[in-house]
C-alpha cells in the first residue's frame, strides 16, 4: 500500500536533485574536492569533462 506513496517521492526527490545542478555548478563547480558534488554534477563531469560518453 506504501509503494505508490514511496515511488512518487522518489520521483520528486530526484527531480530536485538535478534541479541544483545549476547553481551549484556556476557557485562551486563541485566545491573544494568533491564535498558538494551531486549525481547531476558528476554525470556531467564524467560525460563531458572526461569524455567517456556511454
Known amino acids: ?3 505508490p506513496a514511496i515511488a ?8 530536485g536533485a538535478f534541479k541544483v545542478f ?6 562551486t563547480s563541485g ?3 568533491v564535498s558538494t558534488e551531486v549525481l ?3 554525470v556531467f563531469k564524467v560525460f563531458f569533462q572526461n569524455n567517456k560518453l556511454g
Open 8 to 15: 512518487v517521492a522518489f520521483v520528486f526527490r530526484s527531480i
Open 22 to 27: 545549476d547553481q551549484i555548478y556556476l557557485l
Open 40 to 42: 547531476s554534477l558528476y
Open 31 to 33: 566545491g573544494p574536492g
Open 1 to 3: 500500500m506504501l509503494w
